[in-house]
């Protein structure tokens, strides 16, 4: 077994981890303050991906289309509230089985509805930037080759959480999320809005999840509507392992499960390598029910 393949594998695993942690931040905190499990999630974060590059088509610019993804983000998730959550959850202070199933199937319409969207207006025939590349089209790093594209995702997606993170940490409207994410009932007697909350929670973490898809565009190179498949359950896995509402371990999260895709992957490619993919994301897939069973509130999460 080459052990410098392992490395090398386990440091594109890296890579890919931390676009995975900034991509579950939005779902983290939609599943932390409002007990709203996106199943939409995949399909927002190719939402993303997709409007990147309709802007690049026009104008020939990928951080405008990333802007566009933000904004066009932030404005779908104001409509998703108003229109699936404020009914059901807006201005409920405790979250029952039967609210949260309401929401499910919620979102899960809405998941199916975006996916056959795509379907009809793009087709399966990949979309992406082409052969642009920010700067040159390569980076060695000792034995490895980098695509310039991914070590920019990287960036992009480490500086977001760290903003997000600042912003929840260090201001008024950031702490008042995360009152309301530990108890909302005690949050409205000293004077915050859960209603109000909740909206821009809505706004703010799907806002984050179609502009994940920019830096999912950026390390795939193209995207069809296949990939919601892939990383929606990836997120729900690095919100468990991370726990709920916090951004920090999404971001631990994602390069734990980045790390042990890329062990999985090297190691199973010196036997099968056409099997290495499926077995790589089984194994991931079995330590989320280790980590249920062992420590269901996650690394970083806060036991109820």
């Known amino acids: 077994m080459d052990i410098s393949?392992?490395?090398i594998s386990s440091i594109y695993g890296l890579f890919w981890g931390a676009i995975l942690g900034f991509a579950a931040v939005g779902l983290t905190l939609l599943w932390g303050v409002m007990k709203v499990v996106n199943l939409a999630q995949g399909e927002m974060?190719?939402?993303?991906?997709y409007v990147a590059v309709i802007i690049f088509a026009m104008v020939y610019n990928p951080f405008a289309g990333a802007i566009v993804a933000l904004l066009l983000g932030?404005?779908?998730?104001?409509?998703?509230?108003?229109?699936?959550l404020?009914?059901?959850?807006g201005k409920v202070e405790k979250i029952t089985l039967k609210i949260e199933m309401s929401t499910l199937l919620a979102?899960?319409?809405?998941?199916?509805?975006?996916?056959?969207?795509y379907y009809f207006i793009f087709g399966d025939e990949p979309r992406g930037f082409g052969l642009w590349n920010?700067?040159?089209s390569n980076i060695k790093l000792g034995a490895m080759t980098v695509r310039t594209n991914v070590l920019l995702a990287d960036v992009l997606s480490i500086v977001s959480i760290v903003v997000v993170y600042l912003f929840l940490e260090r201001t008024i409207l950031g702490k008042s999320i995360r009152a309301v994410m530990q108890d909302a009932q005690a949050a409205s007697l000293v004077g915050i809005d859960p209603?109000?909350?909740?909206?821009l929670t809505a706004v703010l973490g799907i806002g984050l999840t179609t502009f994940s898809g920019f830096m999912v565009l950026l390390y795939e190179s193209a995207v069809t509507p296949d990939i919601a498949h892939k990383y929606a359950p990836l997120s729900f896995v690095i919100v468990v392992l991370g726990g709920l509402g916090s951004v920090i371990g999404a971001l631990i999260g994602g390069l734990i499960i980045g790390l042990v895709y890329g062990l999985s992957k090297g190691i199973v490619t010196f036997y099968n390598a056409?099997?290495?993919?499926?077995?790589?994301?089984?194994?991931?897939?079995?330590?989320l029910i280790v980590i249920l069973l062992v420590k269901p509130e996650g690394l970083f999460g806060r036991k109820r």
């Open 5 to 7: 393949l392992l490395i």
């Open 45 to 49: 974060i190719i939402l993303g991906s």
């Open 134 to 136: 920010i700067g040159i």
């Open 107 to 117: 979102m899960f319409s809405l998941s199916i509805a975006l996916m056959n969207f």
């Open 195 to 199: 209603v109000k909350i909740k909206m």
């Open 74 to 84: 932030l404005f779908a998730g104001f409509l998703v509230y108003w229109a699936l």
């Open 274 to 287: 056409k099997m290495s993919d499926p077995v790589a994301l089984a194994v991931v897939f079995v330590i």
């Open 86 to 89: 404020h009914k059901l959850v």
